[in-house]
């Protein structure tokens, strides 16, 4: 299978470094064909701006979304997005792997995002009516292909547990799983999350390395985390609240998850 | 008093442009020195990385928190980022204006937290011992000062209501507000949130203009978001998970706000 993997830490000779190696090998070991975007290495540019366009601005002024959707529907736009889009059109599983720096993702990874992902291309997609509100939340672009985190972070296992003060881990990440993953299509696999990586012994490191090629041995089995579609029926639309039946008086995240 | 705006959108002439347009002439005109960092203008710097520190490394190779400790505590870090830790602690109160991309900061301000946040500066701060586990969430550098978040979206109000589909506005940005703003000691405003900007006429320009006039008019007036304080009893230490009888079965990051 084609596997890319959007890779943000600013040291080869670091844990990230040393688990994106361990994945690419074994992946390449294992019959993938792996792409690797080192966003640090491509000096991936973060900021979005008029330089994303080829074309001559639709308006009197720069706007982030009308000129990227222009862009992107006449094939003018910075070529760096244009090939990173093309990676994630060929790819059956894309490997998001960061450091977790203030409870989100590294700046040139949230870049990453906010420029690859256009008007067009990875919202603003599909017919908006009173039965579909666009190809999103468990449709679009993306849909049939998987996408799995794999984050570090210095923080405690316990601070991130139910009752833990960072939040829980999987309230953290869920504006990246479900805002920006299940938003485009991708079937969001369950993170791989370590924890106080300022404490890697050797024996850490080998079973955490043991975890990663298990989850990557697993790609393509593991079961999805079981967000719900937005135009399954479940979510009024365009108010797209939850209908009355579903999870009735609950509300927060937890209520976008089936079960 | 000193304000302080971090501002990060591509374009002026834009609802943001104005919005921060209004906020500067507000502010003064009541008497306030204002600073703003215009982040597009600056060419802010997102990604952090080697060059941050004017100082040697301090291993082998780069580390993100070791190399911005040594380079804040030996005042060598790189001249934007000292410059930026100055206006913040000139600052009586921080106004945070952004678009809500994907759910989250746009890259250039995600940059900004991550480079300006310097170990010993924002995090890494104070005693770590078995009754206080450093000076953050609710202690620390910014302590005594005031942040606001000010943040425009295109999605529908209800799309981010308790049962919306994006999730709770409240909890999509309880990383930000939480994670960003009361860790290093921020008494944290409730946002200003302007939905559906797409459909801002006249009309409802006006009434966004009143509101927010209106906000920066109780700055220094309106009751901080109740985030419980770290070190003042409700959390064990080290595991920073919230004691028995402090909200007793329930979790999610609701339960860190004290009431």
């Given amino acids: 299978m084609n596997i890319l993997i959007i890779y943000a830490h600013p040291e080869p000779r670091s844990l990230n470094g040393s688990l994106?190696?361990?994945a690419v090998a074994h992946l390449e070991s294992a019959g993938h064909r792996v792409q690797v975007s080192d966003l640090y290495a491509m000096q991936w540019k973060a900021q979005i701006d008029a330089a994303d366009t080829l074309a001559p601005l639709r308006g009197e002024h720069f706007d982030a979304s009308l000129d990227s959707q222009y862009a992107f529907a006449h094939g003018m736009q910075?070529?760096?997005i244009a090939r990173e889009q093309e990676k994630?059109?060929?790819a059956d599983a894309v490997i998001f792997q960061f450091p977790l720096w203030w409870f989100s993702m590294p700046a040139i990874l949230k870049g990453w995002i906010d420029r690859v992902y256009a008007y067009g291309f990875a919202y603003g997609v599909g017919e908006h009516n009173d039965r579909h509100w666009?190809?999103?939340y468990g449709e679009g672009r993306m849909a049939g292909k998987r996408a799995m985190l794999v984050v570090t972070t210095g923080g405690w296992e316990s601070h991130y547990g139910?009752?833990?003060i960072n939040g829980p881990i999987d309230d953290i990440l869920f504006p990246i799983q479900h805002g920006m993953l299940h938003y485009p299509g991708f079937d969001v696999l369950p993170p791989l999350v370590i924890y106080r990586t300022g404490r890697i012994d050797e024996q850490r490191f080998a079973a955490h390395r043991r975890e990663l090629i298990q989850r990557l041995d697993n790609l393509f089995h593991t079961a999805p985390l079981p967000f719900r579609k937005q135009n399954a029926g479940e979510y009024k639309i365009p108010e797209l609240t939850l209908r009355d039946g579903v999870?009735?008086?609950?509300v927060g995240f937890g209520v976008h998850l089936m079960g």
């Fill in 20 to 22: 994106k190696d361990i």
């Fill in 78 to 80: 910075s070529e760096d």
């Fill in 88 to 90: 994630l059109i060929q």
């Fill in 134 to 136: 666009g190809d999103r």
């Fill in 162 to 164: 139910p009752r833990g």
């Fill in 247 to 250: 999870k009735d008086g609950e």
